[in-house]
């Protein structure tokens, strides 16, 4: 836990500074006065004041956010008596007193940092290497569009559609943008390449809610099932499973993926399943009942985990490649968080699949386990998260403040201060209902394990 919460608090306080720092440098190059930069909310932790003693520099108690405090920037500031409090030259200063494009500007630098940001993590990413799983077919479903196709056991894929695959992590998140529409694989097979094209059927869920790879191609990696867990008083655990068993078959089905065995239980729904297991180099037969959830998903109680039969590998990118994966798959990231929200707000994924803080805590802790590049990975997918949500067009975000721009655009004046405060009260609200409804999530989540 002690581990988990000190990467959470890193994380956020780099992508907090990362953020507000793009407000900051972004305002002060503008000449528009700035009197406070804080980390975190609250009461203050450590404050000290620049070199110049304009700005009070501030380490605050709730590390959860930050901000950047400028002249005039409130809407309790903007009335014509506090107007008339300031000197000439102060308010000269005051973001109110700036032209719309300085303070657009200044609106759409946070987020615009948090994209740089990955940018720079991923071409740092590119550079040092990653440990890829590659993209090695281990498992042909029979009748699916792979074996149609003609796809084997053995073959790598290297190219979808001309672009290169590297690992089965690319080739996954490749064949999601390619659900509803004919596509080419080219693949190693025997020391040649070798084409072959497939057309991937839009199914009734969300390419981005599954395995494509698995449950619309029909391919996937030779893997092993292991019990990584027991949860206790679950069928699983009064069937006997133990933690190191390694699934080799269900109801006489070989088991060389994860879909295979979920896949058999959801099916069975209250029914036995029957379980062939490899313990402690022995075979051994046990026969589950499934239960129920209360959403009406068969389950039988137990943490999975995949080792995957194929070596890892390392892959390095050179310099210019690494510059053009960094570009690449922030702009890749950005698409696919924008793709998750809009689906969210339609209903087409459930809200559900929101997670608040305690999941970015868990996400942190174990990318941090596994290493320097995961945990820089981690970092780029958070900072592309909150530059989208940022940009989101809400009252109190960057995105609702470049919305008042347009409208002062438009109308040719600013709007009144009234319809600002009240603006920005509706934000505030919804903003704390979406963090709580994320932290309910998170909650159900931890209790559901």
């Known amino acids: 836990m002690i581990h988990t919460l000190l990467f959470f608090l890193l994380a956020i306080a780099l992508l907090v500074t990362v953020h507000e720092y793009g407000h900051f440098i972004t305002a002060r190059k503008l000449g528009i006065k700035v009197e406070k930069f804080s980390i975190g909310f609250g009461p203050a932790l450590y404050s000290w004041r620049g070199r110049d003693g304009e700005v009070e520099y501030v380490i605050a108690a709730i590390p959860l956010g930050g901000y950047v405090k400028m002249l005039g920037e409130n809407p309790a500031e903007q009335g014509e008596e506090a107007k008339l409090e300031l000197s000439p030259a102060e308010r000269a200063r005051a973001f109110d007193a700036q032209p719309v494009w300085k303070r657009a500007a200044v609106a759409v630098a946070g987020p615009m940092f948090n994209f740089l940001f990955a940018i720079v993590i991923y071409m740092v990413i590119g550079w040092l290497g990653q440990q890829v799983l590659p993209a090695q077919i281990g498992v042909v479903q029979p009748h699916s569009v792979a074996q149609h196709a003609g796809l084997m056991v053995g073959d790598r894929v290297v190219q979808v559609d001309g672009r290169a695959i590297h690992s089965w992590h690319g080739l996954e998140l490749l064949l999601k943008e390619k659900v509803g529409a004919a596509t080419t694989f080219t693949v190693q097979r025997g020391g040649t390449e070798q084409s072959f094209k497939l057309f991937l059927p839009q199914g009734k869920q969300d390419a981005l809610l599954i395995n494509v790879a698995n449950q619309v191609v029909g391919i996937g990696l030779a893997v092993q099932v292991m019990i990584d867990g027991v949860l206790p008083g679950k069928p699983a655990a009064m069937a006997g ?179 600002l405060e009240k603006v920005q009260m509706v934000g505030v609200v919804l903003i704390g209902a979406l963090m709580l409804f994320a932290f309910y999530n998170d909650i159900a989540r931890w209790l559901r394990g």
């Open 241 to 419: 499973l133990r933690q190191g068993d390694q699934v080799l078959a269900v109801g006489g089905l070989p088991v060389r993926d994860l879909h295979t065995l979920v896949d058999a239980i959801h099916r069975a729904g209250t029914n036995p399943v029957q379980l062939a297991l490899l313990r402690a180099g022995k075979r051994v037969e046990v026969s589950v009942n499934p239960s129920l959830g209360t959403d009406g998903v068969a389950r039988i109680g137990v943490r999975l985990m995949l080792q995957s039969e194929a070596k890892p590998e390392r892959y390095r990118m050179g310099f210019m490649a690494g510059v053009g994966y960094g570009f690449q798959q922030t702009w890749d990231v950005t698409v696919l968080t924008w793709q998750v929200f809009t689906k969210m707000v339609s209903a087409v994924i459930s809200p559900d699949n929101l997670g608040g803080p305690i999941a970015i805590a868990q996400m942190a802790g174990k990318s941090a386990t596994l290493g320097l590049v995961p945990f820089l990975a981690f970092l780029a997918l958070i900072s592309v998260n909150l530059g989208v949500l940022n940009l989101l067009p809400i009252p109190v975000l960057d995105g609702g403040q470049l919305l008042y721009l347009i409208a002062e655009k438009l109308r040719g004046r600013a709007l009144p201060v009234v319809v």
